[in-house]
Structures are given as structure tokens and as C-alpha cells.
């Protein structure tokens, strides 16, 4: 290669040593160790990183998956809710209308049974008292007779 001055001068290279081969063939072998050391030292990080996005991607998927199934079972445990609610609602409109047709039911048997003339539970009892009654005073009518007596 020639090289120009400001003044124009010519300045010519000295040419390169010459290189024994076996010096070349350290050389090369010194540069394919430091290429190869280098390329293992390259696919070392990109196993590392692979292996660390790796890592988090898990991390990222494990987290998905905890809300996923928090949601879930929030949404479960709402539905469950509203599921009892009806159920609920349900369970009181029929044990109110199962009221009412007993209601109705004893109020018809109770009008046949009193067009049948048998007495009623009520009759049942106002006899009761009237027996009692009379009892009593049929045993007290008793003992002043026997007073009277002696």
C-alpha cells in the first residue's frame, strides 16, 4: 500500500515478515480456541436465558392459572349463593302454599263432618267441661247429704 505526504513524498511499506508455519498454526490454533471457547462461552448465555425466560414464563403461567382459579371459584361459590337463594325462596312458597291447602283441606272436612252432625273437637271439649261440672257438683251434693245423714 503507498501512503502519500502532505509534500507528496512517496513512503513505501516494509514488507511483512515472513511467518514459519508453525508459528501460523499456533496462531490459527490459538484463534479457533479463543472462536470456540467464545461460542461456548455465547451458547452458555443463551442456554442461561433460555432457561431463566423458561423460569419465568412458569412463573407467569403458575400466576395465570392462581387468578384463573380464584375467579373460578369465586364465580362457583356466586352461583352456589344464588343457586341456595332460589331454593330457599322456593322451599318457603311451598311450605306456605302446603299451609294454606291444610288450612283449606281441615276447614272442608270440618263443615262435613259438622253437616254430618259429629262432634268437633271444640264440642268434645265443652262436654268435657260440662261433665267435670256436673261431677263435681254431683260429689258435693254427696257430702252434704251424708252430713245431713249423720
Do not use: Y
Request: aromatic share 2%; hydrophobic share 45%; proline share 3%.
Amino acid at each position: 500500500m503507498v501512503r502519500t505526504t502532505p509534500r507528496s513524498r512517496r513512503i513505501r511499506k516494509a514488507p511483512a515478515p515472513a511467518v514459519s508455519p508453525a508459528r501460523a498454526f499456533r496462531t490459527l490454533r490459538a484463534s479457533a480456541e479463543k472462536a470456540l471457547h467464545a461460542g461456548v462461552q455465547a451458547a452458555t448465555g443463551v442456554r442461561e436465558s433460555a432457561v431463566g425466560a423458561f423460569d419465568a414464563l412458569v412463573k407467569q403461567g403458575a400466576a395465570i392459572e392462581s387468578r384463573s382459579r380464584h375467579a373460578a371459584m369465586a364465580r362457583a361459590e356466586k352461583a352456589r349463593d344464588a343457586a341456595v337463594a332460589r331454593a330457599q325462596m322456593a322451599r318457603t312458597k311451598t311450605v306456605e302454599a302446603v299451609t294454606h291447602l291444610e288450612r283449606v283441606f281441615e276447614r272442608r272436612v270440618s263443615r262435613a263432618i259438622s253437616k254430618l252432625g259429629v262432634p268437633t273437637s271444640g264440642d268434645i271439649r265443652a262436654l268435657s267441661r260440662q261433665v267435670a261440672q256436673l261431677q263435681a257438683n254431683v260429689e258435693k251434693l254427696h257430702r252434704v247429704r251424708t252430713r245431713v245423714a249423720r
